[in-house]
């Protein structure tokens, strides 16, 4: 990957890494409100992807907001339209499996994704996903924190927050990276979409940060087990209660 940073994710900019389905159409909006709000309601075939390089009102899990200062992140929703039989909140483990192979890709080091939708790089949150179901549609929106200082990162996240760059020391190319993180998104998105998360289980399993760790639950203190092959996290409580949840806020001990 180029340590030059782009300077937008216009379509003229990302086009020569689109190599797949996903990309097309492709919208873009120098600033938006959220780009989850460009694909909102709009009819769009699967695939179909809306990027900025600023959001006004950047929506993240649990009514936070999602920041980034301009021209340094990714931004980006794809609109999806998957089968009825399949499980919708398997979706995020989808996207942060997409996610995190896009930046083991782009950085050399192994992503790690945090059960249900944080993708992590040295212990500290690089990408987090939503997943909204709009009339039978899901729009999966990706944050992706690349070329912020250290300074430019919020520091009031329930998960420390850290970018490629501060975690490697060079810049990225936001539209190669957006290519390249729209191809696997579309490759493992059709595994999962033939085969469910069985098929991906492996790459998940692998890449499981929670596994072991002493995390609370919504407030409640328990060890983690492992992501289950149906895309439920195992806990084992203090209280000695094996429980599979299907969501929720998991904090960890650092
Ligand atoms: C989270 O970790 O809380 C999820 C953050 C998701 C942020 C992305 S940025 C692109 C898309 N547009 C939004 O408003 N949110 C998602």
Known sequence: MSAVAAE??????????????????????PECESTQLMLHGSGLPEGATAATDHQTGGRGRMGRPWTAPP????????????????HLPEL???????AAEAIEGA??????IKWPN???????????????????TVIVGIGMNVNQARDALPSDTPTEAGSLRTLTGSTYDRAALLGSLLFRLERIYDG?????????????????F???????VDGEAATASQILRDGRLEIATDAHETRAIESGEVLFER
């Open 192 to 208: 999962w979409r033939h085969g469910g998360l069985a098929d991906l289980y492996g790459e998940i399993g692998a890449r499981d």
């Open 107 to 112: 950085t050399g080091l192994t992503a790690q």
């Open 92 to 98: 995020s483990l989808v996207a942060a499996l997409a």
């Open 8 to 29: 937008s994710l216009s379509f003229e900019a990302v086009a020569p890494y689109i190599r797949g389905r996903f990309g097309k159409p492709y919208r873009y909006e």
């Open 118 to 136: 944080d993708v992590m790089l040295n212990r500290r949150k690089v990408a987090g996903i939503l997943s909204e179901l709009s009339e039978g």
């Open 210 to 216: 929670l596994r072991g760790r002493r995390i609370t």
């Open 71 to 86: 021209a340094s992140s990714l931004l980006v929703s794809v609109m999806l339209h998957p089968p009825p039989e399949r």
